[in-house]
Nanobody, 121 residues
Framework: QVQLVESGGGLVQPGGSLRLSCAASGSIRSINAMSWYRQAPGKQRELVATIASTGSTNYADSVKGRFTISRDNAANTVYLQLNSLKPEDTAVYYC???????????????WGQGTQVTVSS
């Protein structure tokens, strides 16, 4: 019904930058909050950043000032700009969204498949 497809991950040196994208597709009526999570090996999945449909944002303390979340509502796409990357940012990054389909009266939560970000020299 709904697919979230991430792209933009890769290997980058410390201090470098990446831009992640996540495009939602399907019979989408509207999308409420869109978020990025990450999960490092041996650790729990954690919330990185959230952006509401209004554009208001929230960030984990560990990424404030370095990461920027944004969205293109017309394209049902959310972005995460990662700057000043550190080795501890290495993780699989997952897109998450609250989506309402045309045939539904409520929002449901969906996950993408994840994209690997590796920060290493």
């Amino acid at each position: 019904q709904v697919q979230l497809v991430e792209s933009g991950g890769g290997l980058v040196q410390p201090g470098g930058s990446l831009r992640l994208s996540c495009a939602a597709s399907g019979s989408i009526r509207s999308i409420n909050a869109m978020s990025w999570y990450r999960q490092a090996p041996g650790k729990q999945r954690e919330l990185v950043a959230t952006i509401a449909s209004t554009g208001s944002t929230n960030y984990a303390d560990s990424v404030k000032g370095r990461f920027t979340i944004s969205r293109d509502n017309a394209a049902n796409t959310v972005y995460l700009q990662l700057n000043s990357l550190k080795p501890e940012d290495t993780a699989v990054y997952y897109c998450n969204a609250d989506v309402r389909l045309y045939e539904s009266t409520r929002y449901r939560n969906y996950w993408g498949q994840g994209t690997q970000v590796t920060v290493s020299s």
